[in-house]
């Protein structure tokens, strides 16, 4: 191959990886390595960051907003992820702000990441 016949550097560590503290809860919202995500979809093509994040600041401190940008149009792709320190932030924003309209487009918000249920979970 390439040279990594006699590289050791993965000796006795196949198929370990490490993991998240787990909370017991079976399903539901995961939490990011830093924080609780959630995804907004229905985000007007001209919308701003600054229209994005004055409609969700109000439910918390926003630690991180991505919006994406088609790069053939450099109109947003509808949709933007949001991060927020709590579970509770996030979850006021989901209940408080999905369905409603923001730039004349009706918004969906919902958890980005959530866990398995236990019978899928893999060891």
Same mark, same amino acid.
């Given at each position: 191959?390439?040279?990594?016949e006699? #590289? $050791?550097?993965? /000796? =006795?560590? *196949?198929?370990?990886f %490490?993991?998240?503290p787990? #909370? $017991?809860?079976? /399903? =539901?919202? *995961?939490?990011?390595? %830093?924080?609780w995500?959630?995804?907004v979809?229905?985000v007007h093509?001209?919308a701003?960051?600054?229209?994005?994040?004055?409609?969700f600041?109000?439910?918390?401190d926003?630690?991180?907003?991505?919006?994406?940008?088609?790069?053939?149009?450099?109109?947003v792709?509808?949709?933007?992820?949001?991060?927020?320190?709590t579970?509770?932030?996030?979850?006021?924003?989901?209940?408080s702000m999905?369905?409603?309209v923001?730039l004349e487009?009706?918004?969906?918000?919902?958890?980005?990441?959530?866990?398995?249920s236990?019978?899928?979970?893999r060891r």
């Amino acid at each position: 191959g390439r040279g990594g016949e006699q #590289d $050791d550097r993965y /000796a =006795g560590k *196949a198929g370990k990886f %490490e993991r998240l503290p787990h #909370d $017991d809860s079976d /399903a =539901g919202p *995961a939490r990011s390595i %830093e924080g609780w995500v959630i995804i907004v979809s229905g985000v007007h093509e001209e919308a701003q960051e600054d229209d994005v994040f004055e409609a969700f600041a109000e439910f918390g401190d926003i630690k991180n907003l991505h919006l994406n940008l088609d790069r053939r149009t450099g109109f947003v792709k509808g949709y933007a992820f949001i991060e927020y320190e709590t579970k509770q932030e996030a979850a006021q924003a989901i209940k408080s702000m999905d369905g409603q309209v923001l730039l004349e487009q009706k918004l969906a918000v919902h958890w980005a990441f959530t866990k398995p249920s236990g019978d899928r979970r893999r060891r």
